[in-house]
């Protein structure tokens, strides 16, 4: 990281390179989700697959309301800042948006365990309740881990982005699987399986998002910089929800449909 920091690169090198690293990224990723999927199959049965499928839905839609636009509004504002010489301005960004994060975070993790039994009914799938409990603190670490990919991303390092969601993928496969086929060989039902499996997904954000920050004190520059205050903390909020909400808005519509559809059938 101190070499990368030190190294000064050409600005469409960096940009390449990164769609490079990010496209490679993306390609294993399916790649392992694809291997994921075909044990997951044979270890739940179509009725685990069921509720596992229903608790990530409901996920995915939360995850793309609460994260859906900020990342890019700030990846956006840092980048500006960078661009003026303002570095102090691109950690007051980042520190604006991590509140947000964590709010939106902690607000929908509470709200999913909280409401797991009335989201379950509500989809018609009463018992993919407890993979619905088993996957809600995922969205607190997903929410942060994004405010530190914008980050990144605003700085025009798309590596740490790249290795976090490998990171998650990997466990996906290994703890997701491993989980699922340990509690089902310990005489638990489909549901309980289906949930300890979903659970590889929490493990697996919690450790991308415990590298991202590690990566991110690692390389900061946070070199006097001021208390924010009330009036840069609005100035900032503005900015980022002019950008972030119609991203969001976006975004959300297709989640929201697939949610639709998924309790239609199950109905």
Do not use: W
Request: some cysteine; charged content about 15%.
């Amino acid at each position: 990281m101190k070499k990368r920091k030190n190294k000064r690169t050409p600005r469409g090198d960096g940009f390449l390179t990164g769609v490079l690293l990010l496209s490679l990224s993306t390609a294993l990723v399916k790649i392992i989700g694809l291997g994921v999927k075909i044990p997951l199959i044979s270890t739940l049965g179509a009725v685990g697959m069921g509720y596992f499928n229903s608790a990530y839905e409901i996920y995915a839609l939360l995850c793309v309301i609460s994260c859906a636009g900020l990342p890019t509004a700030l990846s956006m504002m840092i980048s500006a800042r960078r661009e003026q010489g303002d570095t102090r301005g691109a950690e007051r960004a980042f520190r604006t948006a991590n509140a947000c994060f964590l709010l939106l975070g902690a607000v929908g993790s509470v709200a999913m365990l909280g409401l797991s039994e009335k989201i379950a009914s509500a989809i018609g799938n009463e018992n993919a309740k407890y993979s619905i409990m088993a996957i809600a603190p995922s969205l607190l670490f997903i929410c942060l881990s994004s405010g530190v990919r914008g980050y990144f991303q605003g700085h025009g390092d798309m590596l740490p982005t790249a290795v976090s969601q490998l990171i998650e993928a990997v466990c996906k496969l290994v703890l997701g699987v491993g989980l699922g086929v340990t509690v089902l060989s310990l005489g638990a039902t489909a549901a309980q399986g289906a949930a300890a499996s979903i659970f590889g997904i929490t493990l697996g954000i919690i450790l991308s998002c415990i590298y991202l920050f590690a990566m991110k004190k690692h390389c900061a520059d946070t070199k006097d910089i001021r208390p924010i205050g009330n009036t840069e903390k609005l100035h900032d909020l503005k900015i980022l929800l002019k950008i972030a909400i119609p991203i969001t808005l976006g975004s959300v519509f297709m989640s929201a449909c697939r949610v639709v559809d998924m309790a239609l059938i199950l109905r």
